[in-house]
T-cell receptor
Framework: DGGITQSPKYLFRKEGQNVTLSCEQN?????MYWYRQDPGQGLRLIYY???????QKGDIAEGYSVSREKKESFPLTVTSAQKNPTAFYLC???????????????FGPGTRLTVT | AQSVTQLDSHVSVSEGTPVLLRCNYS??????LFWYVQHPNKGLQLLLK??????LVKGINGFEAEFKKSETSFHLTKPSAHMSDAAEYFC?????????????FGQGTELSVKP
């Protein structure tokens, strides 16, 4: 049964602590993405990776870090430098795009992070 | 730069009546366009996609959308709403020219379905 898994579904942390969100996919996709979703807003791109051992900053990368050591895994660390980390985080994956083409992204179920 | 505007933040319909969710886009290139649906506290599910083939695109659960280049629109429709259609809907445009197929999301339209 192919898909994307994110764990945990709910996560609570104290302010000042780093926290790592897990994302795993078995779709054999090369590209993976992390988004942040806040109430009443669309999704905003944090980081993306098109190939193992390479990743690029998205629109709101400050206060976040990622790694891509395996094709299947793309963990996101929310650091203490992120000013407002409470949000719903979504991971996605897609086939690698070539020029002039675009593949749809498949999303995981999300992790709701609450920092107090 | 590419952008997408969803013209309604909230749409309310009665069960069995038609659904229309409006989306306009801006793109310098031939765009790829998508509609995704999100139920509360869930991930996003792809409803349908347009990638320069037929302008009328049929998706899952009876939804369809029509690409109109002259109007730069990609409105989502369904002939008859069902209670299970209540959710948030996102219109999305893709940067096909470069940058790994980054998606640009609209702000979302919340669809309510009354019995």
């Amino acid at each position: 049964d192919g898909g994307i898994t994110q764990s945990p579904k709910y996560l609570f942390r104290k302010e000042g602590q780093n926290v790592t969100l897990s994302c795993e996919q078995n779709l054999n996709h090369d590209a993976m993405y992390w988004y942040r979703q806040d109430p009443g807003q669309g999704l905003r791109l944090i980081y993306y990776s098109q190939i193992v051992n390479d990743f690029q900053k998205g629109d709101i990368a400050e206060g976040y870090s990622v790694s891509r050591e395996k094709k299947e895994s793309f963990p996101l660390t929310v650091t203490s430098a992120q000013k407002n980390p409470t949000a719903f985080y979504l991971c996605a994956s897609s086939k690698t795009t070539g020029t002039g083409s675009s593949y749809e992204q498949y999303f995981g179920p999300g992790t709701r992070l609450t920092v107090t | 730069a590419q952008s997408v505007t969803q013209l309604d933040s909230h749409v309310s319909v009665s069960e069995g009546t038609p659904v229309l969710l409006r989306c306009n886009y801006s793109s310098s290139y031939s765009p790829s366009l998508f509609w995704y649906v999100q139920h509360p506290n869930k991930g996003l599910q792809l409803l349908l996609k347009y990638t320069s083939a037929a302008t009328l695109v049929k998706g899952i659960n009876g939804f369809e959308a029509e690409f109109k280049k002259s109007e730069t629109s990609f409105h989502l429709t369904k002939p008859s709403a069902h209670m299970s259609d209540a959710a948030e809907y996102f219109c999305v445009v893709s940067e096909t020219s470069n940058q790994g197929g980054k998606l640009i999301f609209g702000q979302g339209t919340e669809l309510s379905v009354k019995p």
